[in-house]
């Protein structure tokens, strides 16, 4: 069935630091990918996503490219801020379910 | 657009209580919303999906007579944790699909959550 690995956290940063989150997936079909975030004690925020291969998701500086020959959506961002500290969840959709990967705290320091 | 209310936003009550929690389509039709669970500092479990005017899909393991929905209109779905006990205690949370047109490859839509504790 449909599965997404990520890896695990905590992953901690200083300010401006880059950033990846590595994500990997098993699908049947062309599923949609997507990262979605967390803040403390919130309900989950879309990110950012894409729908077929080699497009590029992007928002907030954040970046993800649909990789169908790695199977891969690995999220980025060139310079970390302090409020960019949450849990992020990668995810794809199966049937018109959503399936998450067990997310990655980010946590930046000052 | 595409917002989605869940209310309310904390429960603390005693064992043996039943608790409703709503979740809302503020801008939207939503045909179809989905119930997760979350436990701390691990990923959201999905419950069940919740179909306007029928009756609700529930995954392996999720038992129907604990966590009654029900979707009465295109805007409104609610989850009914029955008898709660110590156990239930958790983070709920709502989602429902943005375009309902647009199938399987839109994003849903989150509301904010409601953490119960049962005393």
């Known amino acids: 069935g449909n599965s997404v690995t990520q890896m695990e956290g905590p992953v901690t940063l200083s300010e401006e630091a880059f950033l990846t989150i590595n994500c990997t997936y098993t699908?049947?079909?062309?599923?949609?990918l997507f990262w979605y975030v967390q803040y403390p004690g919130e309900g989950l925020q879309l990110l950012l996503k894409?729908?077929?291969?080699?497009d590029k998701g992007s928002n907030k500086g954040f970046e993800a490219t649909y990789r169908k020959e790695t199977t891969s959506f690995h999220l980025e961002k060139g310079s970390v801020q302090v409020s960019d500290s949450a849990v992020y969840f990668c995810?794809?959709?199966?049937?018109?379910?959503?399936?998450f990967g067990t997310g990655t705290l980010l946590a930046v320091q000052p | 657009g595409a917002v989605v209310s869940q209310h309310p936003s904390r429960v603390i009550c005693k064992s043996g209580t039943s608790v409703k929690i709503e979740c809302r389509s503020l801008?939207?039709?939503?045909?179809?919303m989905f119930w997760y669970r979350q436990f701390p500092k691990q990923s959201l479990m999905l419950m069940a999906t919740?179909?306007?005017?029928?009756?609700?899909?529930?995954e392996q393991g999720v038992e129907k007579d604990k966590f009654l929905i029900n979707h009465a209109s295109l805007t409104l779905s609610t989850l009914t944790v029955t008898s709660a006990h110590p156990e239930d205690s958790s983070f709920y949370i709502c989602?429902?699909?943005?375009?309902?047109?647009?199938?399987?490859?839109?994003?849903?839509?989150f509301g904010d959550g409601t953490r119960l504790s049962i005393l």
């Open positions: 699908a049947t079909g062309y599923p949609s």
């Open positions: 801008d939207f039709q939503a045909t179809t």
């Open positions: 995810a794809l959709t199966g049937g018109n379910k959503l399936i």
């Open positions: 989602s429902a699909n943005g375009d309902e047109t647009g199938g399987s490859n839109q994003p849903q839509h």
């Open positions: 894409a729908t077929k291969a080699d």
């Open positions: 919740s179909n306007e005017g029928s009756k609700a899909t529930y």
